[in-house]
């Protein structure tokens, strides 16, 4: 298994904190290297556990970050030391990190509206961010021309850092399918953070999150769309304690 990872339900993730993943992200960059930036939130890591396709591409990442307190919490049961990586903070903190080095930043997803407004909300935020692309692909399935046009956009923009809110899983099989083609270093999938960062969705507040309760709030704020996807993690609690216990075990990451 990779350096500084775990295995959970089968996933390898690593067991790492937002200035860690900082850390790897500029030698990356530095370097010219990297690869894909997973978030593992608990219904991701379900998703995963459920589908073999996907779980492979969880593997293969460079990283695979624990965006949940769940994750947090199942990877410090197992004795390891972890902070939440999550979304709209690494995104933030990726911002700020990267500016005396002259980081290039490509946003791809959301609606035009809310890419707009992202992109004014972090040029604000960080005067001299360098934001070279901000694309909204119509949802669904790209045409083959009109990904070929996306991806040259992309590579034409000499991005470092491109940040994908996609949805999951949607963005995770996209990245994986795609990166071979991509010049960035680092393809980052960070789901909903355009959403939050651009104030067209509400952001749970620091208490709520901390406490492990952002799933609730969200919940709260979009039941028909989530209520499928939290319905699942009374499961993930009864496998991560499964695990823990020594009651069941998973396939050990390749």
Request: hydrophobic letters at 50%; proline letters at 7%.
């Amino acid at each position: 298994m990779k350096a500084n990872k775990l295995n959970l339900l089968g996933i390898s993730v690593n067991a790492i904190d937002l200035p860690a993943t900082l850390e790897r992200m500029a030698a990356g960059i530095a370097a010219g290297l990297g690869g894909l930036v997973l978030l593992a939130p608990a219904h991701n890591l379900m998703a995963a556990w459920r589908e073999p396709a996907l779980r492979a591409i969880f593997n293969a990442a460079a990283l695979v970050v624990p965006d949940g307190m769940g994750t947090v919490w199942f990877l410090r049961g197992l004795g390891a030391y972890a902070g939440r990586v999550y979304g709209p903070d690494l995104l933030r903190a990726a911002c700020q990190h990267g500016l005396d080095a002259g980081w290039r930043h490509a946003l791809l997803g959301g609606s035009p509206q809310v890419s707009q407004a992202l992109v004014a909300r972090l040029q604000a935020d960080y005067p001299g961010l360098q934001i070279v692309a901000a694309l909204s692909p119509p949802f669904g399935e790209l045409a083959p021309g009109a990904e070929e046009q996306l991806l040259a956009q992309l590579n034409a923009s000499q991005a470092d850092i491109v940040w994908v809110a996609l949805g999951s899983p949607r963005q995770e099989r996209w990245m994986a399918a795609v990166q071979p083609r991509l010049q960035a270093s680092w393809l980052v999938g960070v789901g909903a953070a355009f959403d939050f960062l651009s104030g067209a969705k509400p952001q749970a507040p620091i208490w709520v999150q901390r406490a492990g309760l952002e799933w609730l709030f969200r919940l709260l704020s979009e039941p028909r769309r989530l209520w499928r996807r939290y319905a699942e993690y009374p499961l993930f609690v009864c496998l991560a304690l499964g695990q823990k216990l020594g009651l069941l075990r998973f396939e050990e990451p390749a």
